[in-house]
């Protein structure tokens, strides 16, 4: 069975910094691009980031450029995300999603999610 | 940056309907590099359609997907009570992918 299990949400101050962690099984982790995708409450899906299979790429939506960094660790069989100088704006539940390829993909496994709320 | 944009906002139908959402893009999208994903509360999104009209696995027969270019339907041929959802379109065809706002599909 395919699992995609998030981890590492919280509650963070403006300005501060976490990191979230995508576990997978039950698939060829390494052979399928990886991406970030985030829902604030009560609105609709926002794709964050996105992960070359080997790890040598990335890309980022604009909206977290130099502050979001994507990673991987093919041995581990997971995907993580620094998420630094966080806002307000970036609550939100974070799903990591299995990408059909790196340039133009759909989303075909996801994980449940992991809530972000950034709050003073 | 493509813009999607999912009509109606809400659908209010009862089980054994046909529903019908639409989702228009304010560009073509390449190659009809359109998904289509169910979301029901508090669960993650569940991939419907890709490529416009190909059902993934798993999916039944009463989701199809139609539409190129700029404008794409999604159909429920019978609502059972398991489809009342939210339900989203994606294009994958140009970077960065979108979204559209989401689809509720209600019971009357």
């Known amino acids: 069975e395919v699992q995609l299990l998030e981890s590492g949400g919280g509650l963070v101050q403006p300005g501060g910094s976490l990191r979230l962690s995508c576990a997978a099984s039950?698939?060829?982790?390494?052979?399928?691009?990886m991406s970030w995708v985030r829902q604030a409450p009560g609105k609709g899906l926002e794709w964050v980031s996105i992960?070359?299979?080997?790890?040598?790429?990335?890309y980022y939506a604009d909206s977290v450029k130099g502050r979001f960094t994507i990673s991987r660790d093919n041995s581990k069989n997971t995907l993580y995300l620094q998420m630094n100088s966080l806002r307000a704006e970036d609550t939100a539940v974070y799903y990591c999603?299995?990408?059909?390829?790196?340039?133009?993909?759909?989303?075909?496994?996801w994980g449940q999610g992991t809530l972000v709320t950034v709050s003073s | 940056e493509i813009v999607l944009t999912q009509s109606p906002g809400t659908l209010s139908l009862s089980p054994g309907d046909r529903a019908t959402l639409s989702c228009r893009a304010s560009?073509?999208?390449?190659?009809?590099?359109l998904a289509w994903y169910q979301q029901n509360p508090g669960q993650a999104p569940r991939l419907l359609i890709y490529?416009?009209?190909s059902r993934a696995t798993g999916i039944p027969d009463r989701f199809s997907g139609s539409g190129s270019g700029t404008d794409f339907t999604l159909t429920i041929s019978r609502l059972e009570p398991e489809d009342f959802a939210v339900y989203y379109c994606?294009?994958?065809?140009?970077?960065?992918?979108?979204f559209g706002q989401g689809t509720k599909v209600e019971i009357k």
């Open positions: 999603a299995a990408r059909s390829g790196y340039s133009y993909g759909y989303f075909f496994y």
């Open positions: 039950g698939f060829t982790f390494s052979s399928y691009a």
């Open positions: 992960i070359t299979m080997s790890g040598g790429s990335t």
């Open positions: 560009q073509s999208v390449s190659s009809s590099y």
């Open positions: 490529g416009a009209s």
């Open positions: 994606q294009q994958y065809g140009s970077s960065p992918n979108t």
